[in-house]
């Protein structure tokens, strides 16, 4: 259980590098690392299906994304990156020490939980739940890929001269 | 159908939080579209772990497992359209400022 605490510590330590990072290569090589350790953590619960798609999907193709979009916006000057390092100071020093104060007051909670959960009936195979338990998520997957796709190519139209 | 929570809630619901905030703040406090993208997907992760968490608590992990692959596959479609987003609107306006969205005509 250490190593799994310690694994979650890890996860939240990656996090705040991203959002904290003052370039945003760094900001985006620690959102990939990010994905990698929530990889880890699926897979240590045994979802192994999901901490593939995560490691694969996040943290490889939403990384050259990421990357792709940084690269194509151009650079600023020192001037303006040395102002903007001292107002992204001033907006986020704060978060370590919140982040600290809410995990030490999240862990005196101990609260008794009485959830009544009503489930579909079976837990079988991963495969078998999204084919003939959740096929309307699959009929959504499509449609949303679809919509994405063509949500990109009206993005990147020529305009008629 | 009643379950008990184990005490191994609290940990997963305190990291779940401290993801979730830190998400959150990356959001608000910057100006940058892509660094509010950042917050985005970290906002993404948090929701990830909990839904697996709270999967393997219940023990319907194969539940849990086909909803975050869910998950998964829209975080994919709103980065890369929100992408396309950022690039259109810095050929538009040369710059990456939230603020500036503000000047639009919609």
């Not at chain 2, 660094?35 to 709270?54: H, N, P």
């Amino acid at each position: 259980m250490i190593w799994f605490t310690v694994l979650l510590v890890l996860l939240v330590l990656a996090a705040l590098w991203a959002s904290m990072a003052s370039a945003l290569l760094r900001a985006t090589l620690a959102l990939a690392l990010t994905s990698a350790l929530l990889a880890v953590v699926l897979f240590a619960f045994g979802a192994t299906l999901a901490a593939v798609l995560e490691l694969s999907v996040c943290a490889g193709l939403i990384t050259v994304v990421l990357v792709s979009v940084t690269s194509l916006t151009q650079p600023r000057s020192l001037k303006e990156q040395a102002a903007d390092r001292k107002r992204r100071l001033r907006r986020f020093w704060p978060l370590p020490f919140v982040l600290i104060a809410a995990g030490v007051g999240l862990s005196f909670v101990k609260a008794p939980v009485d959830i009544i959960l009503r489930l579909p009936a079976g837990d079988g195979d991963v495969r078998t739940v999204l084919w003939s338990l959740r096929q309307l998520d699959l009929f959504g997957q499509i449609l949303i890929l679809l919509a994405g796709v063509f949500g990109v190519l009206v993005l990147f139209r020529k305009e008629a001269k | 159908m009643t379950i008990e929570i184990p005490q191994a809630f609290w940990l997963y619901f305190a990291f779940f939080a401290l993801l979730f905030l830190d998400g959150i703040w990356c959001m608000l406090a910057t100006r940058n579209m892509v660094r509010v993208l950042i917050g985005i997907e970290i906002l993404m992760k948090s929701v990830t772990f909990f839904l697996i968490a709270a999967g393997y608590l219940a023990g319907r992990m194969a539940l849990a497992q086909a909803l975050v692959i869910t998950v998964i596959v829209i975080e994919v479609v709103v980065v890369v359209v929100i992408a396309g987003v950022i690039l259109g609107f810095f050929r538009k306006r040369d710059s990456l400022d939230v603020s500036n969205t503000r000047e639009m005509k919609g």
